[in-house]
């Protein structure tokens, strides 16, 4: 027979997953019910309102793509979010890690245009995560050295990049026109073919034509690979350690200054590969307004994922049907595609009130060994 302690220990581990697991999914199902409220409350159908929603994400094989399409950026946003957040940071910047993530790659695929594919794309990729990697250094070099907050600090960055992008693309990189002339919309030259994330299609001929482009798979190898790195190295581990209890971490041997730098700018990397995504798989070239807020709604795919790297992914695509499906749901039901905004943003709060209902429960429970 075992032991009660293990029978304790064991039925906390199932605890723990049970409200790992089953609290994103209350999240979801209490958003949607809400949503249902508001739909009645104004006159709509919720159950045709909701069933539109769903066609529209996942209806037929081109809605799949388009969710597909629309998860990709944020499995890397999220990822970063993410990563930030196990690393106690509040990485708010990934906006604009994204932008620059996308400039380096426009660039990039420009200038080097002559190289082979199999050369050319990992060069952009690894420049463009390197791009987001730089732009995030400096708010984690004031963090671990004057205590500058992240949250301040990668949102003003964010917002110099998201203008400086802009005045590239008004200025050196835009496009020409028929005349020679820089053109009227402030775009980039399309990008060679051999610069290009393909479609699913053009790699299994098969499949029915849809959107979906091959770096979903990069965005879930990526996912695996951080949550292989939380898991089993030294760097996770460090990582981990300092969003915890960087005081103990610090006594511990455990560089705070160091792995703050280095949690960030990883952070700023992932974020990077969502404007990477987007240049070289969606848009074929970097235009002026390129992402849809995927660096802020990272912040939720993080939240609803408990940040777990490989939680990020199912929650990714949640958002992305979301997005895919508000367009068809306004279509066929008459219900404003503004509802989704709302069912995201009631996501978040019942994430986030389980969180303080948690933290609260913990005090009280200090309090109460205190007097006892």
Known sequence: MRAPEEITARNARWMNVAQKVGTPMASVLLAMITGSLIVAATGGNPVLAFTALFQGAFGNPY???????????????????????????????AEGQLYMGGLAVAWLGIAFQGLPWFLLVPIMLVGGALAGAAWAFVPALLKAKVGAHEVITTMMFS?????????????????????????????????????????FTAVLPFLPSNNAHVGFILAIVVAIVVWLIFRYTTLGYEARAVGFNPFAAENGGVSVARTTIMSLCISGALAALAGASEVMGVHGRLSDQFSAGF????????????????????????????????????????????????????VILFVAAETIITWFIKQRQKEATKHG
Not at 64 to 93: C, D, H, V, W
């Open 63 to 93: 809605q799949i793509g388009e969710t597909i399409m629309r998860s990709t950026p944020l499995i890397f946003t999220g990822l970063a979010i993410a990563y930030g957040f196990r690393s106690g940071l509040f990485n708010i910047g």
């Open 159 to 199: 917002w110099v990049a998201r203008y400086f992008v802009s005045y590239v693309l008004n200025g050196p990189l835009k496009a020409l026109g028929p005349d020679g002339k820089p053109g009227t919309v402030p775009v980039s030259e399309m990008l060679p073919a051999q610069a290009t994330l393909p479609k």
């Open 295 to 346: 660096g802020f709604t990272g912040i939720a795919v993080a939240l609803l994922a408990k940040n777990h790297p490989l939680a990020v992914i199912p929650a990714a695509i949640l958002f992305g049907g979301l997005s895919a499906g508000s367009g068809y749901m306004q279509l066929n039901a008459n219900v404003p595609d503004k509802l989704v905004d709302i069912v995201q943003a009631l």
